[in-house]
């Protein structure tokens, strides 16, 4: 596997790992496995790489991983030369590199990899990258022989990351998805108003890096060295950003940003809720 070990080294990867498709079966629901064996009927197993995008401490109000270009089309693009690698080297054998909106579970998928350690928040947790990693996939036809290598171990959790979520999401039996502010900031429609009074005193207007943040893994976090995740970035976005685009325009301007995805209007919620939480605090 050197070959293959280089394919991902020269794609940006800071560590990979491959597990049988099989052992992430229990993790996926009949619709995810429905959607997998018809993108790729016979899938045997799946290969998976971490990029780390820690580019600093920077301020601003929009979650880190956002402020680079959109990590669906970086992680894609750099798993692309992996796939046709081993395109090459097994000319018979599928390979179909996904991001985030693939039908795997790719956090379970690292974690049976022994990529990193599985935070209580729900990442993957790369020393010396921390949380701060995005995950891609190669879900294959191929029967690859791959070092063995044994589950990641879960973190010690201390708490720090659950008692720095103002939504109450990391319970010790999991994470609720309606009380995380990432989540909440990127809900489209009319909030509750429990909902919206937390996204009011939020500091940011499109994710949330709190409990990433007060993670102890996450201290001292080397830099990555990916240019797209360091250079050019949208650290901060205001109403005087938005004033006048239309979803096209938006999109023109914004459409290769992780946070362009959902269109101007809940960005500007958000800034309407914290605007008058400011004025009346």
């Known amino acids: 596997m050197t070959g293959l070990a280089s394919a991902f080294q020269q794609a940006g990867a800071a560590a990979w790992g491959g597990v049988p498709y099989r052992c992430l079966l229990p993790a996926m629901d009949p619709e995810s496995q429905r959607r997998a064996e018809a993108l790729c009927p016979g899938a045997e197993m799946v290969l998976t790489a971490a990029f780390p995008y820690w580019a600093g401490d920077r301020p601003g109000n ?40 693939s039908p795997l579970p790719e956090r379970e998928a690292a974690r049976l990899s022994g990529i990193g350690i599985a935070g ?3 990442l993957i947790i790369l020393p010396p990258y921390g949380s701060w990693i995005f995950l891609g996939t190669i879900l294959t036809t191929a029967r690859l022989s791959l070092p063995e290598r044994g589950p990641a171990p879960a973190c010690r959790n201390c708490g720090r990351c659950a008692a720095a979520c103002p939504g109450g999401a990391l319970t010790e039996s999991g994470a609720l998805a309606g009380l995380c502010l990432s989540h909440l900031t990127q809900k489209k429609g009319e909030l509750s108003p429990e909902e919206a009074a937390l996204v009011a005193a939020h500091p940011y207007v499109w994710g949330c890096d709190l409990c990433q943040r007060a993670c102890p893994y996450n201290a001292g976090c080397a830099l990555t060295s990916l240019p797209e995740f360091r250079e050019g970035l949208v650290d901060q976005l205001d109403a005087a950003d938005l004033d006048g685009l239309t979803n096209r325009s938006f999109r023109a301007r914004f459409g290769e940003r992780a946070f362009a995805w959902r269109g101007p209007g809940v960005l500007r919620r958000n800034l309407e809720l914290q605007k008058k939480e400011n004025v009346f605090s």
Do not use: I, M, Q, T
């Open 62 to 101: 929009l979650s880190l991983y956002a402020r680079g270009e959109d990590y669906h089309r970086s992680v894609l693009r750099r798993l692309e030369p992996v796939c046709n690698y081993l395109r090459w080297k097994y000319p018979e054998e599928l390979f179909l590199a996904g991001a985030d909106s």
């Open 120 to 122: 209580r928040h729900g």
